[in-house]
C-alpha cells in the first residue's frame, strides 16, 4: 500500500468538504471511533468550549499540565498556519510524517462510515479521530480537547470530559448555534457530562443560567469564576502582567503572564481551576496524591504560556500586534487590552474578516482606538473581498480614514509605513486582527520579512 505524504493528507482531509459545512449529528463520528476501539476514552478528557478564549484558555492547562510531569494531547482549531498545529503530543505538533500516518491509519475506517452513512465523515470529524487515534497511540496521560464550534453536536463530544471549562460566551456562529445568548449557551453547555465538574467563566446572566441548569440535570460539580475561583489582583508588568489567583484549592501569588489584557488572567483562573479538578480527582482516586498545586510549578507554566496569534507583539520600532479576534466581544476585549497596556498616540489598522462574521460590529468595536483603517483579505477562500468589507467600514469610519489595499503584504507595508510618518519614538502602531487566517497569514509575513 502507497502511503500518504503530508500534502496528500491534507488534500484528502480538505476534500471531504469545508470545515464551516455542518451537519448536526454525532453519529459518523460515533460510529468512527467506535470501529477504531473508541481512542477517546483511553485517557481522561479535559473539554474546553466557548465563544472566546477557549485554545489560549486550553493552551494554559496544557502548560499547567505538563509542568506537572504529565504526557499530554492538545487538540486545538483553527491553525494559525498547517493543520498539524492541531495536533500535538508532549506541546509539539506532531510532525508531518506522524500525521500522514494518523490519516492513513483512519481513512480505511472513516470509508467504511462513509458508505454506512447519506453524509460522508466531514473535515472536521475526520482531524477529531485522527487525534484520538494520536493521543491513544501515545499513549498519553490526558487529553485538553477543545471543541470545535458549539457543543452538544461538535464531533469532540463523543469524549467525555471530566472536566468541562466553557470560557466567556457572546453571540457567533448564529447561523449554526442559535441567534441568542440562551441558544448558544444551550449547545456548548452539552459537553457538561454527568459527575463532572464544570469550571464556567464568568458568564452573561442568561448564558450562565443555561449552564448551571446543565450541570444541576446531569448532577456535574461546579466552579464559579468571581465565587470559587478567579483572579484576585493583577497589575501591568513588562511583557505582560502579573496576577494574583485563587484556584479551588489555594492562592498563588506573583504569577508572570507573558500575556496581554484582563480576559487572559481570566483565561489563567479558568485553566488553573480546571487544572486543580483534575488534579483533586486524581489526588481521590491515589492515595498520597497532592491537593494544591506547588506554587513555582504554577508560576513556571504560566510563565512559559503560548499564545501564538493573541495580541502578540512581532515587531518592535514600530510596534505591531497580531490579534485573532474574529467576533464583536473578542474585539471589545481586545480593544480595552490595548487601551489598558499600550501607550499608542496612533495606532493604524489592518482589517481581514470572514464575510460570514457580523463584520459591522467588529468595526464598531475596534473604531475608537484607529486613526487609520486598512481594508485588505487573508489567505482563506471565507475571506470578505476588500473592496466589499471598505464599503462597510466607511459607514463606520468615514471615507478619510479608510483605505483599501487588496493584498495583506502590501497592507502591512503600508500600515508600517503610516506609523513610521510619526516617528518610532512617537507611540506609533499596527494592528493586524479579524480572523485566525489573518493572524495567521501576518505572522508568517511578518516573519519573512525580518
Not at 483572579?231 to 501591568?236: F, G
Not at 502590501?410 to 493572524?439: C, R, Y
Request: charged letters at 25%; aromatic letters at 6%.
Amino acid at each position: 500500500m502507497t502511503r500518504s505524504s503530508y500534502d496528500d493528507a491534507v488534500a484528502g482531509i480538505r476534500a471531504r468538504g469545508v470545515e464551516w459545512d455542518l451537519d448536526p449529528s454525532l453519529d459518523r463520528i460515533r460510529d468512527l471511533v467506535d470501529i477504531l476501539g473508541s481512542p477517546q476514552r483511553a485517557y481522561p478528557v479535559i473539554h474546553v468550549t466557548g465563544t472566546n478564549g477557549k485554545s489560549s484558555t486550553a493552551r494554559m492547562i496544557d502548560a499547567l499540565l505538563r509542568e506537572r510531569g504529565l504526557r499530554v494531547g492538545l487538540y486545538t482549531s483553527p491553525e494559525l498556519h498547517t493543520m498539524r498545529e492541531r495536533i500535538s503530543v508532549d506541546g509539539e505538533p506532531v510532525t508531518e510524517e506522524r500525521f500522514a500516518e494518523l490519516y492513513d491509519d483512519v481513512l480505511p475506517y472513516a470509508e467504511m462510515v462513509d458508505a454506512k452513512h447519506d453524509v460522508k465523515v466531514s473535515f472536521f470529524e475526520m482531524l477529531t479521530a485522527m487525534a484520538f487515534a494520536a493521543f491513544a497511540d501515545a499513549p498519553v496521560d490526558v487529553a485538553v480537547v477543545e471543541v470545535g464550534m458549539g457543543g452538544a453536536w461538535d464531533a469532540t463530544n463523543v469524549a467525555d470530559g471530566s472536566v468541562a471549562v466553557v470560557t466567556p460566551i457572546g453571540l457567533d456562529h448564529t447561523e449554526y448555534l442559535g441567534d441568542t445568548i440562551e441558544a448558544i449557551a444551550g449547545e456548548k453547555a452539552g459537553i457538561i457530562k454527568p459527575e463532572a465538574v464544570a469550571v464556567l467563566a464568568q458568564q452573561p446572566v442568561e448564558a450562565a443560567e443555561v449552564l448551571l441548569r446543565r450541570a444541576t440535570e446531569v448532577g456535574a460539580t461546579v466552579a464559579r469564576e468571581g465565587i470559587e475561583f478567579g483572579v484576585l489582583q493583577r497589575e501591568l508588568a513588562v511583557g505582560g502582567q502579573r496576577v494574583r489567583l485563587q484556584g479551588l484549592l489555594g492562592t498563588y501569588d506573583e504569577v508572570f503572564l507573558p500575556l496581554f489584557g484582563d480576559y487572559q488572567a481570566s483565561n489563567a483562573a479558568c485553566a488553573l481551576a480546571a487544572v486543580e479538578a483534575f488534579a483533586r480527582g486524581r489526588a481521590t482516586a491515589e492515595p498520597g496524591g497532592e491537593d494544591r498545586l506547588d506554587a513555582d510549578l504554577v508560576r513556571a507554566a504560566f510563565a512559559g504560556a503560548p499564545a501564538p496569534g493573541r495580541l502578540e507583539v512581532v515587531r518592535t520600532g514600530p510596534t505591531v500586534l497580531v490579534d485573532a479576534t474574529h467576533n464583536p466581544a473578542g474585539m471589545a476585549a481586545t480593544v480595552a487590552a490595548i487601551t489598558e497596556e499600550f501607550g499608542f498616540t496612533r495606532l493604524i489598522g489592518i482589517l481581514a474578516v470572514m464575510a460570514d462574521k457580523d463584520v459591522m460590529g467588529v468595526l464598531e468595536e475596534l473604531e475608537p482606538i484607529i486613526d487609520e483603517l486598512i481594508v485588505s483579505r487573508n489567505s482563506s477562500p471565507r475571506s470578505m473581498p476588500a473592496h466589499e468589507l471598505a464599503v462597510v467600514a466607511r459607514d463606520v469610519f468615514g471615507e478619510d480614514r479608510v483605505h483599501l489595499v487588496a493584498r495583506l503584504d502590501d497592507a502591512i507595508d503600508q500600515a508600517i509605513g503610516l506609523a513610521d510618518q510619526s516617528g518610532e519614538f512617537a507611540g506609533a502602531g499596527v494592528l493586524i486582527t479579524g480572523s485566525v487566517a489573518t493572524a495567521g497569514d501576518a505572522r508568517l509575513l511578518m516573519k519573512a520579512s525580518q
